[in-house]
């Protein structure tokens, strides 16, 4: 028989039991971090500035922010830190950071990052007027202050500033180092996308090539006034017009257009707000000088496909371009999944898109088509152009976060590396075998630097299937590396893995060449990594 003191210790022991369980529980579903350090200016302490610690990928939660103020000793504590990516920074407007302005941290769950300081010291200042020639201020004016060590192609907003109603501008909090200032827009851009009222780059000394521009040297609390830039004049522009037709010669009503600017090297095109009207007509307004690549932008239901139409604009407006659209190839098959599942193949194939590439051509061409896949895994392609289609998967929000590998491509029963396809040809037959990955493997590593490590370097890491089969159809995006050289990459599937990692400043590799490590992910597993890079003497 139980006594009554037995039984309440009995229920007092449950209590706790069940008590310490659901503790354990809540720690292992909180396990927060924090992040400790110290801010001060000139070795001394600076009290009240808030430091900042921001979410910058999709693993912490989105848009997070978390903050401290620094007390009198100029102390700060970051708590309660969800695991992710942050930009960590201090608010502290005029005064600059002797590393960088932010400066990236991977945050583990539950890790306690202390020592993570911030030296600041005051920043400089360049400040003057801009004007157009006929001494009138530009408003609103973008300028750039760009450190002579950053090439052109890397200007971000960070290096930027405006003018105001003055045409005057301040950019204020530099870092000490040598700066061009410029104000203005290199003469390139694409219809639609083009300011009205546009002014050439122009550089201080209000010259327009930038290896005539002054150089002004930045020091630390430093003042420099008067870096006044008189604008060149407004760049021209012009109309561009012409008229889509099929092949017997009549015109091609609301025909979705693209538009690639050629003579740059450049990659970039505008799409959309582009289209033939009723006659098949269309204009580009607000065109500057330069070579051009017209396409037909691709529609999903669109069998419609044209040849590009380059053309170039000079000195005056552009009339009589005309693209005769043709009848494009087709592609059709059926989405196989390898194994059994619990759920539907419907479900499994939810927000999966099959799209076709084709060897040597440009996604501007109509070499490019993407279509869902219906309840029962079929698909067709239409609108192709002819050549060599390689077939892959994109995914919509639909999907959830799943992801699947192809474990081969048939048509007609035989293994394809490629599906070729001839012009307007009906291609059909093809069979695409799949498997859902599990995505629950991570790497987390750390890399070493081998040498000094200079204020405006970046670390880039590499990773990608071992297997040479299954390398070509996956990608996989760089992992942040923050401040102390550590990094986490997160949903993959089990498979061998090859790394490589390598020290970059804008526009230069400082790093030699390193082998790669390979390493084994398996499923629900962290595998740590150690990358060693050697700095270059």
């Given amino acids: 028989m139980v006594s009554s003191r037995q039984a309440i210790v009995c229920i007092l022991l449950s209590f706790i039991i069940a008590a310490c369980a659901q503790a354990q529980g809540g720690a292992a579903k909180e396990q927060t ?130 003018t105001d109603d003055r045409g005057i501008y301040r950019a204020f909090g530099l870092r000490p180092g040598k700066y061009r200032v410029s104000a203005g827009q290199p003469t390139k851009g694409l219809p639609g996308f083009t300011p009205k009222q546009m002014y050439s780059q122009t550089f201080y000394p209000s010259v327009t090539e930038i290896k005539k521009a002054t150089v002004i040297e930045v020091t630390e609390g430093s003042e420099t006034k008067d870096v006044d830039i008189v ?89 009589g371009l005309e693209m005769k659209t043709k009848r494009g190839a087709s592609l059709s098959g059926m989405v196989v999944l390898e194994g059994s599942y619990e759920k539907p193949a419907a479900d499994m194939l939810k927000g999966l898109k099959v799209f076709a590439w084709f060897e040597g051509a440009s996604d501007y061409d109509s070499g490019f088509r993407t279509v869902n896949i219906g309840a029962d895994g079929s698909f067709k392609l239409i609108g192709l152009s002819s050549g060599n289609a390689h077939l892959d998967f994109t995914y919509s929000n639909e999907s959830n976060g799943r992801q699947v590998e192809i474990l081969q491509i048939e048509q007609n029963g035989l293994v394809q590396p490629s599906i070729s396809i001839k012009d307007g040809e009906q291609v059909g037959g093809v069979r695409m075998v799949i498997r859902q990955l599990k995505l629950t493997g991570a790497i987390r590593g750390q890399v ?63 790093s030699r060449d390193e ?19 050697k700095l270059k003497p």
């Fill in 231 to 319: 604008a060149a004049p407004a760049v021209s522009t012009f109309t561009v017009s012409g008229r889509i037709i099929d092949g017997a010669g009549k015109a091609v009503p609301g025909i979705p257009l693209g538009v690639q600017q050629s003579d740059d090297g450049s990659s970039s095109a505008a799409v959309g707000g582009i289209a033939t009207n009723g006659n098949g007509e269309f204009k580009l307004q607000d065109v500057i000088p330069g070579k051009y690549l017209l396409f037909i932008a691709p529609v999903e239901n669109s069998d419609l496909r044209g040849d590009p139409v380059p053309f170039e604009v000079i000195d005056r407006d552009l009339t």
């Fill in 515 to 533: 082998p790669k490590q390979v390493i084994t992910v398996t499923d629900n597993s962290v595998t740590d990594v150690t990358l060693t890079v």
């Fill in 448 to 510: 070493k630097i081998d040498g000094e490590l200079p204020p405006n370097a970046r670390i880039v890491v590499w990773l990608n299937f071992a297997d040479e089969a299954r390398a070509p159809r996956a990608s996989f995006p760089a992992p942040e590396v923050d401040s102390r050289g550590h990094f986490l990459v997160e949903r993959l599937p089990a498979a061998t893995y090859e790394l490589r990692a390598a020290v970059f400043v804008p526009g230069k590799r400082l």
């Fill in 33 to 162: 971090a924090s992040v400790t350090g110290k801010v001060t200016v000139k070795n001394k302490a600076l009290a009240g500035i808030a430091v900042v610690a921001t979410a910058n990928d999709g693993r912490g939660p989105q848009y997070a922010r978390y903050r401290d103020t620094t007390d009198v000793e100029g102390n700060y504590r970051i708590s309660n830190v969800a695991a992710g990516n942050y930009l960590v920074y201090p608010l502290a407007p005029g005064l600059v950071d002797k590393a960088q302005s932010k400066r990236m941290l991977t945050i583990a769950a539950g890790e306690s990052i202390s020592n993570f300081d911030f030296t600041l010291l005051p920043g400089g200042v360049i400040t003057g007027r801009i004007t157009n020639v006929d001494g009138q201020p530009l408003i609103e004016e973008r300028v750039d202050v760009m450190p002579v060590d950053v090439p052109v192609q890397f200007m971000t907003s960070e290096f930027g500033t405006q």
